[in-house]
């Protein structure tokens, strides 16, 4: 902005004319009286020096002018700059994160850096419903809940906090939504990147549950669900540590389908599949979540059981064997008839070497087979007496 316009030079000009003309009979007096001492040049002399003067406080009045002007973008390009460094901080924390509490994380110690000074909350909809990711401020996740409905369009009824929605999108879809408080106001630049966050939470929350998905598909067996052998070995090393330092019971047992080769010459492969994944179907059923279930190999399985004595992995062997033998596979036309032989072993608290283990187990299952199969047997039998043999068993345990 310029201080001085046309307009106004001319009128400097007029003003410095009249000035002449009101003072020129006093100013040809005095130069009269300076002649003889030859100062004639004094006249364009003083009229020079007040031009000159009135240049430069114009120029100063311009540089200082610019010098505001220049100070404002430098704060607003620092600014700008800051948060581009928060954004790439943000993005840099998510690319690490490959689980929800490391999203979580990151979502908390970064979104309130790119909103200074105002509220700001982020909700994410896992299967029907919405969680939190980080929140700064007053309120409550039933209004963060009917805002992000609000915002995203589902909910027309839903109230409307006010609050500046940024939702996140992957293909389309929406994964989630970022609020912030409207006070202050937001400017464009910060409107960029907030929605920029968006996008790249949208992004880490669907890598995260494509590397889940990856990661269950890479340690399940998918034709009965169980845990593969490679992952079974692993949980089975961090179970033992486990045991050793709280000094719980652990059981393992090892069971194989009875005459499995004869379903499949028999009635073919297709049918000998179907039979696997009903049977892994039944272990869901019976085992609780915390059981390790494992598909060892062809018709033979593995089950670790956390914090089970010796007689209690008698009776989750039985109920299981039940499980099995009760319930005929429907194929095709007919039915197919499943049994299963066990072996049982107690772990004791300290034990570390689990192909020991499992080769007491898989003793007692080849006992089993030698027994005529569609039975449990144990390999400590010292450690399971006073367990009658058919006593009555519970549905699941």
Not at 275 to 291: E, F, H, N, Q, Y
Request: glycine share 8%.
């Amino acid at each position: 902005m310029r201080i001085f316009g046309r307009n106004d030079i001319v009128l400097l000009a007029g003003s410095a004319v009249a000035l002449v003309v009101l003072f020129a009979a006093p100013l040809s007096a005095l130069f009269d009286h300076a002649a003889p001492f030859g100062l004639r040049l004094v006249p364009a002399l003083a009229i020079l020096a007040i031009s000159f003067a009135a240049v430069q406080i114009w120029n100063r009045q311009e540089v200082r002018m610019a010098a505001d002007v220049a100070a404002t973008a430098a704060r607003a390009a620092c600014e700008r700059i800051t948060e581009m460094q928060r954004l790439v901080a943000l993005g840099q924390s998510l690319a690490r994160s490959l689980d929800d509490d490391s999203i979580r994380a990151a979502a908390a110690a970064h979104l309130p850096l790119l909103a200074p000074g105002r509220g700001v909350w982020a909700v994410v909809r896992k299967g029907g419903e919405w969680k939190s990711l980080a929140v700064v401020g007053d309120s409550v996740p039933s209004e963060r809940e009917a805002c992000a409905r609000h915002a995203l369009g589902e909910d027309a009824a839903a109230p409307d906090r006010g609050d500046v929605c940024f939702p996140m999108l992957v293909a389309g879809a929406a994964v989630g939504v970022i609020g912030v408080s409207p006070e202050p106001p937001l400017s464009d630049h910060q409107r960029t990147v907030l929605a920029a966050a968006a996008a790249l939470l949208a992004v880490s929350i669907k890598n995260a549950e494509l590397f889940r998905d990856v990661h269950e598909n890479s340690v399940r067996d998918s034709l009965t669900g169980c845990f593969n052998r490679k992952h079974a070995l692993e949980v089975m090393d961090a179970e033992l540590r486990r045991a050793r330092r709280s000094q719980m019971p652990l059981s393992l047992l090892m069971f194989d389908l009875d005459h499995f080769k004869g379903i499949n010459d028999g009635d073919g492969h297709l049918a000998g599949d179907a039979v696997l994944a009903a049977v892994g179907a039944r272990m869901k059923t019976v085992l609780r979540g915390s059981d390790l279930k494992c598909r060892y190999g062809g018709e033979e399985f593995l089950v670790l059981l956390p914090d089970t004595p010796p007689a209690g992995a008698r009776r989750v062997a039985e109920t299981l064997r039940m499980a099995i033998a009760d319930q005929p596979v429907a194929w095709s036309d007919r039915t197919i008839h499943v049994t299963a032989s066990f072996g049982v072993t107690a772990i004791t608290p300290g034990e570390t070497d689990g192909m020991a283990i499992m080769a007491r187990a898989d003793g007692a299952l080849y006992r089993a087979k030698q027994a005529g199969r569609n039975c449990v047997r144990f390999a400590e039998d010292g450690q399971t007496r006073g367990v009658p043999k058919s006593e009555p068993l519970p549905k699941a345990v």
